[in-house]
């Protein structure tokens, strides 16, 4: 099975249902196993923050959600993420791509990656980074974990995670 | 008439109704003259009320009113498109344009200058948009509640802001009581 259609999998055996993405090349086999699956309402968001809404709102109307994102986004997420998602103790999963890390060939995209984690940490949102196959392994209890504390969590993939670009 | 009188003369249609409101004075307006266990106030977070509640009404079957306003709507531009893409017919979203953001002194907005929102939400897809008069706008979301059909409504009305206090309720007990409401509705 791809890495992909387990990230997927396990987000729908967590009763994932509704999922925002904004395309990142380097996510593309995720947000095509989204697409395609037939328990997920898969909504393309033009802008992250905008996508977090969207989550808001159908967590309220009762589905799980989860956005699916690129980390040079981050920063235009922190008053939503701040303002909304936490103030009002929501859960939401963030599959977020580390652009910007070992094997990245456009150098601007470090300069968001440098700033990736400290963000996440200024903003006191539990981070998880996978870097080899084998740390997706712990993607159903991140989303459990998710699911139980009402907080967003943010799961980090790198280059060498999804074995280049 | 301006915002607040708008948001009155609503009252009698969004009664009992699922409404997301938009940050700032439309939020303390409507908990100041309305307040309903339905009603999910904005204390943050500005230009996603619209985006908030086409997530709710996509994720359930009761219908679901977004007030938001011609400054937040330019914030969050993007938000057009996709409701256009993503019809859902328990969704109406109802902009006050007053062509000012109210809530930080009636700074003048694009809308208020030459962008026609209304015009806007057509060219992005969006199937039945219905700009109105102020005087309307009790008629006109009855009407697109009615109607059954996504509807984007955009009321013209004017600047202006009368004293309201903020909304000191906590935002888990916002939320807990609109999911509570929600839920049981859909039981």
Not at chain 1, 81 to 101: D, F, H, K, N, V
Not at chain 2, 28 to 51: A, C, I, K, V
Not at chain 2, 159 to 178: A, E, L
Request: proline content about 4%; overall charge negative.
């Amino acid at each position: 099975m791809s890495i992909s259609k387990k990230l997927v999998d396990d987000m729908v055996n967590n009763g994932i249902s509704f999922v925002t993405t904004v395309p990142c090349k380097q996510l593309g086999g995720v947000i095509e196993e989204v697409d395609k699956h037939p328990d997920i309402y898969h909504i393309p968001s033009n802008k992250e923050d905008e996508g977090m809404g969207l989550c808001a709102g159908a967590f309220m109307g009762g589905k799980r959600s989860a956005i699916i994102m690129q980390n040079t986004a981050l920063g235009v997420t922190v008053n939503t993420l701040a303002t909304l998602i936490q103030y009002y103790r929501m859960p939401l999963p963030m599959l977020i791509s580390y652009r910007g890390e070992l094997g990245e060939p456009v150098a601007c995209q470090v300069e968001m990656a440098v700033h990736t984690k400290a963000i996440l940490a200024q903003l006191n949102i539990p981070t998880y980074h996978f870097h080899d196959a084998a740390d997706s392994e712990e993607f159903d209890k991140i989303l459990k974990y998710t699911f139980m504390c009402n907080k967003p969590v943010a799961i980090l993939t790198d280059a060498s995670f999804w074995k280049g670009y | 008439m301006i915002r607040s009188e708008v948001i009155k003369s609503l009252l009698p249609v969004l009664s009992g109704h699922f409404v997301v409101c938009n940050i700032g004075l439309p939020s303390q307006e409507l908990h100041m003259m309305g307040d309903q266990p339905t009603n999910f106030y904005m204390l943050g977070t500005m230009g996603l009320s619209s985006s908030i509640g086409l997530g709710v009404a996509l994720a359930q079957k009761q219908k679901v009113i977004s007030i938001d306003g011609d400054g937040s709507v330019l914030t969050n531009f993007g938000t057009l498109p996709t409701i256009a893409n993503n019809v859902a017919d328990n969704f109406v979203l109802f902009i006050v344009d007053n062509g000012s953001y109210g809530s930080t002194g009636d700074q003048p907005t694009y809308a208020g200058k030459k962008t026609s929102l209304a015009a806007v939400a057509k060219a992005c897809g969006c199937e039945n948009v219905v700009e109105c008069q102020a005087k309307d706008a009790a008629k006109t979301l009855q009407a697109a509640l009615d109607s059954n059909k996504m509807t984007v409504i955009v009321c013209k009305c004017e600047s202006g802001n009368i004293k309201v206090p903020v909304i000191t309720m906590d935002p888990v007990t916002i939320r807990d009581r609109f999911m509570g409401e929600l839920k049981a509705r859909n039981a």
